[in-house]
């Protein structure tokens, strides 16, 4: 007996097919008009985003500060790491 096994190929995802061409670019030009109209409310808003931009920069990059989540430096080093540690 002679089985032909057919391999299907994979359905072309969304991003691969016409229609996100014409999307990306309806977005495009929804988005240019949006902001050409309402420059002035963005451009108004701009230092308070920057301002506000500071506390959260803040939170986000010194998250793990002063908390043991995960190991210390020391359970890193093994030996022959060149660290003596504690010896004088």
């Known amino acids: ?3 032909e096994h057919h391999q299907h190929e ?4 969304f991003w ?3 229609y996100s061409v014409g999307l990306l670019v309806i977005g495009a030009v929804a988005g240019y008009f949006l ?3 309402h420059l002035v409310h963005v451009a108004t ?3 308070y985003l920057f301002i506000l931009a500071c506390p959260i920069m803040h939170f986000f990059m010194h998250r793990g500060h ?3 989540h995960g190991p210390s430096r ?3 080093l093994g ?3 060149g660290d003596k540690g504690d010896a004088p």
């Open 1 to 3: 007996m002679n089985h």
């Open 10 to 13: 994979p359905a072309p995802s």
């Open 16 to 18: 691969g097919s016409r």
């Open 35 to 37: 902001l050409k109209e």
């Open 45 to 47: 808003a701009l230092p």
């Open 66 to 68: 002063g908390h043991k």
């Open 74 to 76: 020391q359970d890193n």
């Open 79 to 81: 030996p022959g790491s």
